[in-house]
């Protein structure tokens, strides 16, 4: 499916990179990106993307208070969010997925199978 739009917020440039690179590659998806959760919401409400990566683990503004911020603004809470994350206990992965999050896909992700588990989690086709 063409015409797709992601947008990755991390802090580290290698995952924002391999990503990027991932779900171009195979998916032909547009990606933008973001290295902090501020500036992520900012290219959220410009950008419309339809989908969010957004990670967990960041200085200043972290993944679920990034994500509490994009449901509170209506130009941005219907956009979908998957997680990206290190922490990978049960307890982080309830009180993630309490927050409402499509998915939330563990890292280090596979660069090969990203888009399809992104696709997945947003019942695309690819």
Not at 3 to 30: C, F, N, P, T, Y
Request: with cysteine.
């Amino acid at each position: 499916m063409t015409g797709k739009r992601i947008l990755v917020i991390d802090d580290e440039d290698d995952i924002r990179e391999v990503a990027q690179l991932s779900l171009e590659m195979v998916a032909g998806w547009e990606v933008l990106t973001a290295c902090s959760g501020s500036e992520g919401i900012e290219v959220a409400s410009k950008e419309q993307p339809n989908a969010i990566l957004l990670d967990v683990m960041m200085p200043e503004m972290d993944g679920p208070a990034t994500y509490a911020q994009l449901q509170a603004n209506t130009t941005t809470n219907h956009i979908p969010v998957i997680l990206l994350t290190a922490k990978v206990l049960s307890t982080d992965q309830r009180r993630f997925s309490n927050l409402g999050v499509r998915a939330i896909i563990p890292k280090p992700f596979d660069p090969m199978t990203l888009a399809a588990q992104v696709a997945k989690a947003l019942g695309w086709s690819l």
